[in-house]
C-alpha cells in the first residue's frame, strides 16, 4: 500500500541511501532530487498527485514549503553521527575547517570536534539560507583562512564555488528511518483530522441558519450553505474576505468589539427580516473573534408552529428536569438522589409533599430522566375539575354518551399519554367512582371510553401526588386500599420549606434573577434582619409562596436599595397590615388559620386573590376553609 510519502532529496546521494531505508521499512515513498526554489515547486506537485507527508532537510526551501504546504512536513535533522563521519572526513583534508550550519547543529558539532580531537577555525550559525547570509559566512570564514566548510547543501555547493573544499553533512539512515515513522505516524491522525474537518463542514452546512466566523481581523474563516443562499455571495469569495464588505447588514464588527453575546436581534439583511445573533470567541478573555448565525424570521415563525402543532397534538410536555430543582440542602439533595433512581424503574410512583414543595417538578424531571422522556406528558388536577367531569377528562367519551358530548367523541387523557407519562396531582381528591376505574386501567393497561365498550390498550406511566394523609385517607374509607397499592409502588416525601431553610436564600436569590431576566428589575440585596425574618417565617405554601413574596418584594422595594425585614413582612403579610406569624411557640394549624384569615381580610373577602396571597391554589383554599369549618363544629 503507498502510503503517499514524498522525500525532497537534496543531492543523489541522499536519494540513495532513502531508497536503502524504505526498502529495508517495507514502506513506498516517492523520491525527487531537487535543491532551492526547484524543491518549492516539486513539493507544490507533489501535493497535487496526493502527497499525505513530505520529508525534507532543513534549509531555506523547508521554511518556504512550510508556508505554502498544505500538509505535514518531517524535518530531517542533523545527527550526531552524521556531524561525526563528516568531520572526520573534513580532517584528513584540512586543518582549517569551518562549520556553518544551524545553530542546534553547530553546537553539536563544537562537542563533538572536542571529543574527536579535531580543530575548528571558527563556526556561523545560519538562520535563513538566504544569499546574503551564505556570502557572509564564506567571507568570514575566509577572512580566518579557512579552506574547507562543513554544513549543508547551499554552503557547502557556495564553497566549492568559490574554490574552497565544501563537505556536505549526508542524511544517515538513522535520521531517515527517524523520519519515516514519524511520517506514518502522522499520516492516520492527519487523515482522522481530515474527517472530522469534513464532517464539521458537513454538520455546518446542513445547518439551516446562516453560520459565519471571523477571525480577530474581521476576516471570514466560515461560510455555510445557509449563508450563501441568505447573502446571494458565493462561499468561495467570502472565505478570506472581510466580514464588513459581505455582510455589512449585520454589524459584523460589534461581535469583535464586545464580550458579551447579543441574540435575538431583527435586522434587514438583502430585503429580507432576519433574525441575528452575534457570539464573541474568548481565549483567556480576550475578544479573538466571533460566530454569527442569523435565520429568516418567516422560516422561524413557521418552525416554531409546526413544532408546538406536533408537541401539544400529542398532549403536554413536560419541560422540566432535575437540574431545575434549586437547592443545596442535605433534604433536597437526597430526595433528588432517590427520584433520580426510580427513572429507570418503570412503575407507578407516588409522590408526597405539602403544597408549593414541587410535586409536578419532580413528575416532570422522572419523565425526562426516564426512558418514556420523548412520549407525552399528561398533568391533570384531580382536585381542581368537577366530579362530573374528571371520568370524562381521564379516560374520554363516545359520542352521544352524554348530553353535549362532542361529536366522534374524545380521547381521554390516559389514552393522550400513550407511550408517556400521566401525572395525577392531588389524587387523593379523586372520587371513589373514579378510583374505581383508575385501579382497572393500572391492573390491565387499557381503557374504555364512556359509553362505550370498546377496549383500548395504553401503555402508560402513572405519578401520583397528594399533600394528604393517605393512610389515613385509607383507615377512613375515603380512599381504596388496593389503588393505594398500586400507587404507592415507588414513593417518596419532599421535604417542606421550614425543613430545608438553608436552602431560602438560595432559593431567594434564584427568583430575583428569575424576575430580573423577566421585567428587567433588580432586588437589592437583604439585611440580616431581612433574610432572619425569611428563615423565621414558617413558610405554609413552601416555595410556591417564596416565590410570591419575591415578585411582591419588587413592588414594595426601591430598585437598587436593600430589604428590610419591615418590607419582608410587609410581602409575607400580602403587602397590608398582615404581620408575618411568629414561629415560635405557635402551632401550625394556628399560623395556618391566621394566615388565611389575614389573606382574606387583606383581599376584602376574595378568595381567588387570597389564595394567590398566600401561594396556594384556590381549590386547596377552599378545602382548607372547609376542613377548618369542620374542626370548629
Not at 488 to 500: A, H, I, T, Y
Amino acid at each position: 500500500m503507498c502510503e503517499l510519502i514524498v522525500f525532497m532529496a537534496p543531492d543523489a546521494g541522499s536519494a540513495e541511501t532513502a531508497k536503502r531505508v524504505s526498502r529495508r521499512m517495507g514502506v513506498e515513498m516517492d523520491i525527487y532530487v531537487t535543491q532551492g526554489s526547484e524543491k518549492v515547486e516539486a513539493a507544490c506537485k507533489a501535493v497535487e498527485n496526493g502527497a499525505e507527508v513530505l520529508i525534507s532537510r532543513w534549509g531555506y526551501a523547508y521554511e518556504e514549503m512550510s508556508k505554502l504546504i498544505p500538509i505535514p512536513l518531517v524535518l530531517t535533522k542533523m545527527s550526531a553521527i552524521d556531524i561525526a563521519r563528516s568531520l572526520s572526513y573534513a580532517s584528513k583534508l584540512s586543518n582549517s575547517i569551518w562549520v556553518a550550519t544551524s545553530e542546534q547543529a553547530v553546537n553539536m558539532a563544537v562537542e563533538i570536534a572536542s571529543y574527536m580531537g579535531v580543530r575548528l577555525l571558527g563556526t556561523t550559525i545560519l538562520r535563513t539560507l538566504d544569499p546574503p547570509e551564505i556570502e557572509h559566512a564564506l567571507l568570514e570564514a575566509q577572512r580566518q583562512e579557512a579552506d574547507t566548510i562543513v554544513g549543508g547543501v547551499t554552503i557547502t555547493s557556495a564553497a566549492r564555488a568559490a574554490g574552497l573544499n565544501g563537505i556536505q553533512i549526508q542524511i544517515g539512515e538513522e535520521v531517515l528511518t527517524d523520519a519515516i515513522n514519524e511520517a506514518l505516524r502522522l499520516i492516520p491522525l492527519k487523515r482522522r483530522e481530515r474527517i472530522k474537518t469534513e464532517e464539521m463542514r458537513t454538520i455546518i452546512d446542513s445547518i439551516s441558519d446562516g453560520v459565519v466566523a471571523i477571525d480577530k481581523e474581521g476576516q471570514i474563516t466560515v461560510f455555510n450553505l445557509a449563508a450563501q443562499n441568505l447573502t446571494g455571495v458565493n462561499a468561495g469569495d467570502a472565505l478570506g474576505a472581510s466580514a464588513e464588505l459581505i455582510i455589512p447588514e449585520l454589524d459584523p464588527e460589534k461581535v469583535r468589539q464586545s464580550n458579551t453575546c447579543e441574540t435575538g436581534l431583527l435586522k434587514v439583511l438583502k430585503g429580507k427580516k432576519v433574525v441575528v445573533n452575534r457570539v464573541p470567541v474568548l481565549t483567556n478573555g480576550e475578544n479573538v473573534g466571533g460566530v454569527i448565525t442569523f435565520a429568516e424570521l418567516s422560516q422561524i415563525q413557521s418552525i416554531e408552529q409546526k413544532a408546538r402543532a406536533a408537541l401539544w397534538s400529542r398532549g403536554l410536555v413536560a419541560k422540566a428536569t432535575f437540574s431545575c430543582i434549586i437547592g443545596n440542602s442535605r433534604a433536597i439533595n437526597e430526595v433528588i438522589k432517590l427520584a433520580t433512581q426510580l427513572c429507570q424503574i418503570d412503575e407507578p410512583v407516588l409522590i408526597i409533599g405539602e403544597t408549593g414543595t414541587g410535586k409536578e417538578l419532580f413528575a416532570q424531571s422522572i419523565h425526562n430522566g426516564s426512558p418514556r422522556k420523548n412520549g407525552p406528558f399528561v398533568a391533570i388536577n384531580c382536585a381542581a375539575i368537577p366530579e362530573s367531569l374528571l371520568e370524562s377528562e381521564l379516560f374520554g367519551y363516545r359520542e352521544g354518551a352524554f348530553t353535549g358530548a362532542r361529536p366522534g367523541g374524545k380521547p381521554g387523557l390516559f389514552e393522550i399519554a400513550h407511550k408517556g407519562t400521566i401525572f395525577l396531582d392531588e389524587v387523593a381528591e379523586m372520587p371513589g367512582s373514579v378510583q374505581s376505574r383508575l385501579l382497572r386501567v393500572l391492573q390491565e393497561h387499557e381503557v374504555t371510553r364512556l359509553g362505550d365498550d370498546k377496549v383500548i390498550p395504553v401503555d402508560v406511566r402513572v405519578i401520583a401526588a397528594t399533600n394528604k394523609n393517605l393512610d389515613a385517607k385509607v383507615s377512613s374509607g375515603s380512599f381504596r386500599a388496593d389503588l393505594y397499592y398500586r400507587l404507592n409502588v415507588l414513593s417518596f416525601c419532599l421535604p417542606p420549606l421550614r425543613e430545608r431553610k438553608e436552602d431560602i436564600p438560595i432559593l431567594f436569590r434564584h427568583f430575583a434573577e428569575e424576575l430580573a431576566s423577566k421585567s428587567g428589575r433588580r432586588l437589592g440585596q437583604l439585611t440580616e434582619d431581612a433574610l432572619q425574618c425569611l428563615c423565621d417565617h414558617s413558610w405554609p405554601g413552601n416555595v410556591r409562596e417564596l416565590r410570591n413574596v419575591v415578585y411582591r418584594l419588587s413592588v414594595l422595594s426601591e430598585p437598587g436599595k436593600g430589604i428590610t425585614s419591615e418590607k419582608v413582612r410587609q410581602a409575607v403579610g400580602a403587602c397590608l397590615n398582615i404581620d408575618m406569624p411568629a414561629p415560635a411557640s405557635v402551632s401550625l394549624r394556628n399560623i395556618e388559620i391566621d394566615a388565611i384569615q389575614r389573606a382574606l381580610k387583606a383581599t376584602g373577602g376574595n378568595k381567588t386573590k387570597a389564595a394567590q396571597l398566600l401561594g396556594i391554589s384556590y381549590s386547596t383554599l377552599l378545602r382548607r376553609l372547609k376542613k377548618l369549618e369542620k374542626e370548629s363544629c
